[in-house]
């Protein structure tokens, strides 16, 4: 167990619909990344946050969108979804720079989309 | 980050160690080579990481070659439950996001 959670673990939809995945990190992390995983593309990094603000962007579509909370979970919200969308979708977390083992990234479960 | 190369994938008898070598010939000087695994479909699983020197703690040892340009990860003795998909990750650390190649299937066999 990583200690990061990740809601729901198994997410089903049509197309054109609207998702939210949410994500817990580790008591203490102040950075989350969103990585996507599916069949042809492997994993890929979507999208980072540190501390409430966006650090970083990967390939991530313009019809997706994350957000950082004050309480530090982060949510990533897919819309007008499409049946490529389908994949595992990870979150991690890891610690502020200084600490030790900082900069490792520690995964949660996923979250496991089909859009149908 | 640095390009890195792996072996698609390879077999390992239980009990056996098992050598997951890996190439970044051109990793810069302050880029570190990190190892994750992912056990089916779980999330990626952090291992080991080294700038120079050989590390070791109680998952594995990382050998990193003199000049840099290729490392091995080393699982002493093999068990049914290392069978996973290995990356190798040359990147800054506190940098930032891990770029996923293919990564090499190990497959422990008993």
């Known amino acids: 167990d990583s200690g990061v959670t990740q809601t729901p673990k198994h997410l089903i939809t049509a197309t054109g619909q609207r998702v939210t995945l949410r994500c817990s990190p580790r008591s203490g992390d102040l950075s989350v990344y969103w990585y996507q995983q599916s069949l042809d593309q492997g994993l890929q990094f979507l999208i980072q946050y540190y501390n409430g603000e966006e650090r970083a962007k990967g390939n991530i579509l313009e019809r997706f969108s994350a957000q950082q909370f004050p309480d530090l979970h982060s949510e990533l919200n897919l819309s007008s979804l499409e049946l490529g969308d389908s994949a595992l979708y990870f979150c991690?977390?890891?610690?502020?720079?200084?600490?030790?083992?900082?900069?490792?990234?520690?995964f949660g479960p996923g979250t496991r989309l089909t859009v149908l | 980050d640095a390009k890195t190369t792996q072996p698609t994938s390879m077999d390992c008898a239980e009990g056996r160690a098992a050598n997951l070598p890996c190439n970044h010939s051109t990793i810069s000087g302050n880029e570190y080579v990190y190892w994750y695994r992912q056990i089916h479909s779980q999330g990626p699983q952090y291992i080991i990481h080294g700038l120079k020197n050989n590390e070791t703690n109680e998952m594995a040892s990382l050998i990193i070659t003199e000049d840099r340009k290729s490392s091995t990860l080393i699982l002493p003795h093999a068990t049914l439950r290392d069978t996973a998909v290995y990356y190798c990750?040359?990147?800054?650390?506190?940098?930032?996001?891990?770029?996923f190649g293919a990564g090499t299937i190990l497959r422990v066999k008993s």
């Open positions: 991690a977390s890891s610690p502020p720079a200084g600490l030790a083992a900082a900069d490792t990234q520690y």
């Open positions: 990750i040359a990147r800054m650390e506190y940098g930032n996001k891990l770029v």
